[in-house]
């Protein structure tokens, strides 16, 4: 069966220092793979999707980055975070190649950048 | 822009009763519809999916979709307390679509 794993699952970091938050997926290959924040009481926004190694869609322009640099591996990065950069942060998986599919979510990391 | 629509809530309902959650959408060419549901501090989790037109049941769960209307909703009979939680509606348009969500509180 499929996982995915995604940590820490808290973190607290100063402004302007930087991020890095890893999502792994088991049990499939050439996943799409999602990367998503949600703020408090407001629903999901997309921030990055890729369909392959080394393709990565920003969907928002703002200080975050984001890598695949293996099939199942999707890391988030940012060099210098922000107040606006807190909230929650989700990994996800879906089926590639095909439409009308749903997605499947990490645990989520809760970031508070103080 | 598509758009995915929820009533932000939150919606009350005695336990034992019916939970109906509504959701409407912009893209009339969309084709799959998704409902999770989301605990507080926890990820979302997949509910159910209908793709086709009429109702679409799975225990006490039932999704209805009317793409005339581009509406769909979920209802849950016989409301528990463990079903309090925020519901997303995803919309597939070339993308999953997702609305805010609705917040649900059922009072024992």
């Known amino acids: 069966s499929q996982t995915i794993h995604q940590w820490p699952a808290t973190l607290v970091q100063p402004v302007g220092s930087p991020l890095s938050l890893e999502c792994t997926v088991e049990g499939t290959s050439n996943p799409n793979l999602y990367w998503y924040r949600q703020a408090a009481g407001r629903g999901l926004q997309l921030l990055f999707y890729s369909v392959g190694i080394g393709q990565i869609s920003s969907e928002v322009p703002q200080n975050l980055s984001a890598s695949r640099p293996q099939d199942r591996q999707f890391i988030l990065s940012s060099k210098k975070l922000l107040l606006s950069d807190s909230g929650f942060y989700l990994c996800?998986?879906?089926?590639?190649?095909?439409?009308?599919?749903?997605?499947?979510f990490g645990q989520g990391t809760r970031l508070t950048v103080v | 822009q598509k758009e995915v629509e929820q009533n932000s809530g939150p919606l009350s309902v005695p336990e034992g009763a019916i939970a109906s959650l509504n959701c409407t959408y912009s893209?009339?060419?969309?084709?799959?519809f998704f409902w999770y549901r989301q605990y507080s501090g926890k990820s979302p989790e997949l509910i159910m999916f209908i793709y086709s037109n009429g109702d679409k049941e799975d225990g006490r769960f039932t999704a209805q979709l009317n793409k005339a209307s581009q509406y769909v909703s979920l209802l849950i009979r016989d409301s528990q307390p463990s079903d309090s939680a925020t519901y997303l509606c995803?919309?597939?348009?070339?993308?999953?679509?997702w609305g805010a969500g609705t917040k649900l509180i059922i009072k024992p």
């Open positions: 893209d009339r060419g969309s084709q799959s």
């Open positions: 996800a998986w879906s089926v590639l190649g095909t439409s009308n599919t749903e997605a499947f």
């Open positions: 995803a919309v597939w348009s070339y993308q999953l679509i």
